[in-house]
């Protein structure tokens, strides 16, 4: 019952944003016309509310141009999703967006360079354990109890992704990249679980492996509904297959701290300052930042969260934009799973029969324990053994991450060894078609009362590298050429998301 009020809800949803998408076009085709390009380079005087990597990148592209940028921070520093911790042992490391796929990054990595910061390749294995049969699937390891479990299961995996993978191809070049996007692709349209149902994919292979592995990148374990054209791209950064260990890139000896200090050299940056209000005057000539006569801007680009927008606006704005981002849903709206994370290093988490090999060799371990049927997932991210800036030393102790919305896993911890709380609220939106046609929409509202948008919720899905892009999308219809034009193929992602946002 639960899945078909499930289901029904989805199809209304879907409903939803179709009549909404179809309001939107007649409403613009009578009312909304283009900007002007003065109207578009008029006011040099730009604040950014968010200080992650989309607001830094859009801080980033109009400095070079020559705007006077501010950027506004809730947090004590700059990062957004991108956090950092020191340990006891003195070294500094990533807790969270600490490696991307090199492949499918590209301005990421131009920015990188451009900031001299230096980049090494890892290998990141995954193990699990189904903890009621304790048995185990791990890369790199072919005679688990699971891989013999799951052997049909596996290859039916394979000739779905192959097969979408071949159908994607029809719509878009052979380049890869994460922003290849068409309406005509059937399989936008084809959730997740869905398409398990459909290729007889057993709910025990989906609930162990597929949602264990990808919910450590989505910070959610509930994956219905992502559209299932991107499985090809999942699978191609994050395999579910035991011969396949996913590679990614990483710093050096660096962290993000390091990439947000660099790319904002010289810029007005408030930290521990909210945006609780922001006031529009009658003719649209200023913006007033939390009622200050003295904070006022000629544009202002919203790089944060859904929720926090709308609360800084108070209603000063469309119907639409409101509506918009009132229906924005996010992974911590119906889980918990991965809201707090525990820092730590007890290495008691891990099975003792693995223990000295996952400490020493995997980035995950995930303990699935199922409770009449429904599976919970307790996920330990273990970063002392692949992090370049601890790998290196004697003697350390583990550095682990814990995950579980199970408070009692998270209690059982030894509280000596615990150093820190990770929270995630607000991390990322929900991969759902739904989520995908909201940031399309949001075309008709950029630029509306000289206010823009980007970050996650503004673009097809969830990254570092999707973010930043956008930031820089935003820029550049304010008068910021785009940053890295000597890179083609990092150009023609900006491209494909500037037609994929509507801001050509």
Same mark, same amino acid.
């Given at each position: 019952m639960h899945n078909i009020g499930s289901w029904f809800s989805y199809f209304l949803s879907f409903l939803w944003i179709l009549t909404l998408t179809l309001i939107t =076009?007649?409403? $613009? *085709? *009578?009312?909304? #016309?283009?900007q002007s390009s003065n109207e578009v380079h008029r006011g040099r005087r730009i604040v950014v509310v968010g200080g992650g990597i989309a607001g830094c990148g859009a801080a980033y592209a109009l400095h070079k141009a020559g705007f006077d940028v501010t950027i506004y921070e809730t947090s004590e520093k700059l990062g957004g999703n991108a956090k950092t911790h020191k340990w006891n042992d003195g070294i500094t !490391?990533?807790?969270?967006?600490?490696?991307?796929p090199a492949t499918y990054f590209r301005n990421y990595i131009h920015l990188l360079h451009e900031l001299d910061i230096q980049t090494t390749t890892v290998k990141l294995p995954f193990m699990i354990r189904d903890n009621n049969q304790q048995h185990y699937y791990a890369h790199d390891m072919d005679n688990t109890e699971l891989v013999k479990i799951f052997k049909n299961d596996l290859k039916r995996w394979d000739k779905i992704i192959n097969m979408i993978r071949k159908y994607t191809n029809i719509y878009c070049n052979s380049e890869l990249s994460m922003y290849h996007m068409s309406y005509f692709n059937v399989f936008n349209y084809i959730p997740l679980k869905l398409l398990c149902f459909l290729f007889n994919i057993s709910d025990r292979f989906y609930s162990t492996i597929i949602v264990s592995v990808y919910s450590s990148s989505f910070l959610t374990t509930n994956l219905r509904y992502i559209p299932s054209s991107i499985l090809p791209l999942i699978d191609d950064l994050i395999s579910v297959q035991y011969n396949r260990t996913p590679t990614m890139d990483t710093w050096m000896m660096s962290t993000s701290d390091d990439v947000f200090q660099r790319m904002t050299k010289n810029i007005q940056v408030n930290t521990l300052t909210p945006v609780t209000s922001v006031y529009i005057n009658e003719n649209n000539s200023h913006i007033y930042i939390n009622n200050d006569p003295k904070c006022y801007y000629d544009r202002i680009i919203f790089a944060c969260d859904a929720e926090s927008t709308l609360k800084a606006l108070n209603k000063q704005t469309s119907l639409l934009l409101q509506t918009l981002l009132k229906n924005i849903t996010y992974t911590d709206d119906d889980d918990i799973s991965f809201i707090k994370g525990i820092v730590? $290093?007890?290495?008691? &988490?891990l099975p003792e029969q693995y223990k000295s090999l996952l400490v020493s060799k995997y980035s995950n371990f995930i303990d699935v324990r199922y409770?009449?049927?429904?599976? =919970?997932?307790?996920?330990?991210?273990?970063? #002392?053994?692949? &992090? @370049?800036?601890?790998?290196?030393?004697?003697?350390?102790?583990?550095?682990?991450? !814990?995950?579980?919305?199970?408070?009692? =896993?998270?209690?059982? =911890?030894n509280p000596n060894l615990i150093e820190g709380t990770i929270y995630n609220r607000r991390a990322h939106p929900y991969l759902t078609l739904r989520n995908m046609l909201i940031s399309m929409l949001l075309r008709f509202v950029q630029g509306k009362q000289r206010m823009y948008f980007c970050g996650s919720y503004c673009t097809p899905g969830n990254g570092h590298d999707l973010?930043?892009? $956008?930031?820089?999308v935003v820029a550049h219809v304010i008068g910021a050429p785009y @940053? *890295?034009?000597i890179n083609s193929s990092a150009k023609r992602d900006f491209l494909r998301l500037q037609r994929i946002m509507g801001l050509e």
């Open positions: =076009i007649v409403k $613009s *085709f *009578f009312s909304i #016309s283009k !490391t990533g807790l969270s967006v600490l490696a991307w730590h $290093s007890d290495a008691n &988490v409770d009449h049927h429904y599976p =919970i997932y307790h996920n330990t991210f273990i970063l #002392s053994s692949w &992090v @370049p800036a601890a790998k290196d030393h004697v003697n350390l102790k583990p550095m682990l991450v !814990t995950y579980s919305s199970d408070q009692s =896993i998270l209690s059982s =911890i973010s930043l892009l $956008s930031g820089f @940053p *890295f034009e």
